[in-house]
């Protein structure tokens, strides 16, 4: 599936599945604005990676959690490439900037959550908007499941943030239909290569173990490859009628029933 020519823009692409996204683009002939916050030296390795997939793009420092940053960042892809295609929103702040349980959680981890999530979104569709064509492909990288669940007490602030940006998808799908510009959320499950291995290794086996055992059927963690594979097909053209939709992309986990033991599911 080739998509040579077209232009993308990935937030918080210098590592993990950002990268993974960056590099499966640059496979199918996207050049690709790969932005990062603080890890210049991962940007430039993901730049290296791209051109070594054929392709090319460039860096750009911002904070997706700051309007000005944004406007810079989009202003620089117009600069660059004058157009864009693709806008992929993926930037998540690391783990201890928002990790704190409901009674607890301080308003500016709050802020940084929802900052980074649901307003980045909303500044940046706003800012993409008019450098896209009218076929372009807007998507966001969510994880439903801390939306849709409450037993991971300190992920509540990033939980109601990505609810928050779901439910953005679904408002400007219907607001940028008339252009056929889609709108969609991809919810990767656990993936390697990410913040999963900033987790002390403890917590990395019982997970890599959990899923291997069956509460993915497929019996293995994502990879960053997986969900850039994904987000490759809703930027297809045939991918074209697709819109306002949060898409699973987990190996089958999210098909799983927590009321029922595995050994029951699996039949
Ligand atoms: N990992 C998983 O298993 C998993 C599962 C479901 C959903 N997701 C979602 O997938 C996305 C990527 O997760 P990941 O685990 O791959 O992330 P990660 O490895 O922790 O990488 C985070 C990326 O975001 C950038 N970033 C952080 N704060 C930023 C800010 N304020 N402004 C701009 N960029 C910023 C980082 O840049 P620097 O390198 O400069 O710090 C880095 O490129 C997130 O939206 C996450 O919620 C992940």
Redesign the pocket.
Known sequence: MAHNGKHALI?????????GIALKLAERGVRVAI??????A??KDTLAKVRQAGSDGFTVQ????RAE?IARMVGRAKQEFGTLDIFVS?????VPEFYQGPMSITMGQWDTAMN??AKAFLLAVREVCPLMGDDGRIIA???APGGRTGSWQPWVG?GAA?VAMESLCRYFAVALAKRGITVNAI?????ED???N?LPDAAQDMIRTWHQGGWTPMGRL?T?AD?GNAVSLLCSEEAGWITGQVIAVDGGSSLMDPGLPLEIQRG
């Not at 993926?90 to 690391?94: C, I, S």
């Not at 919810?187 to 993936?191: E, H, Q, V």
């Open positions: 937030t918080g692409s210098s590592r993990g599945i950002g990268r932005n990062y916050r603080k890890n210049e991962a940007a911002a904070d997706v959690c940053d993926n930037a998540r702040p690391d980074s999530q990288i969510t994880y990033m990505k919810s990767p499950g656990w993936i990410s913040v999963l900033t994502g960053p969900i």
